[in-house]
């Protein structure tokens, strides 16, 4: 796992949650990696079929959207 | 944002990507502390149902699986 552990509390105590077990602060940092992993390789797919090698914002917007992460994009827009 | 950038450009290197530019990395970042977000609310949420204040390794991986992250448990399963 890459992600450190102080952020991925620093997100849970943002959020409102005081008392947290470590495991599920675990489980949550496990979950981010893996979600990260999932929309790094859709966005590489995604650069690939644009006959890119590079990976750009657009690429990576694109697989965010395609991996249901329902955020923002890089300009601030849903 | 809380999440460090160094670390979610380890993930970006571990999935195999050579060359993303630093907008992508951003995004990347954003949606992963924005998705950590909306998991741990989820999870405080579970808790409560349950009539706790206290965040376990359950509710946490209740709320995972609920935001379609389909990650390992923290027992290692799917």
New interface residues.
Partial sequence: M???IA??G???K????????S??E???E????????????N??RHAKDSGR?????N???HA?HY????????NGQK
Same sequence: chains 1, 2.
């Fill in positions: 890459e992600l450190p952020p991925v620093r997100i849970i943002n959020a409102g949650a005081t008392r947290v077990s495991d599920a675990k489980a949550l496990k979950a981010l990696d893996e979600k990260g992993t999932e929309i790094i390789l966005a590489i090698k590079d990976v750009n914002a690429d990576m917007t965010i991996n249901n992460c329902n955020i923002t994009n890089v």
